[in-house]
């Protein structure tokens, strides 16, 4: 079976790029960045593995063809 691999992390080589992460006590806001597109978000939780996690579901949300503005609102 053939399936899109996306790859979802920091480093430069990511398909799905984490930027411009802010840990704060309450939230956590990042960008995920692709060749094409800047999904800039902010969640309501603290955590660097939580931002990993949400930039998973903005990558899967981009596979499913959801705009950016609506990934953003969650």
Do not use: Y
């Amino acid at each position: 079976i053939a399936a899109p691999v996306a790859w979802v992390g920091r480093d430069a080589s990511c398909t799905h790029r984490i930027t411009d992460v802010v840990l704060a006590p309450e939230e956590s806001s990042f960008s995920v960045e692709t060749r094409a597109v800047k999904v800039v978000c902010r969640i309501p939780v603290p955590g660097l593995h939580m931002v990993e996690n949400a930039a998973l579901a903005v990558a899967v949300g981009l596979h499913a063809g959801l705009e950016p503005e609506q990934i953003a609102a969650g």
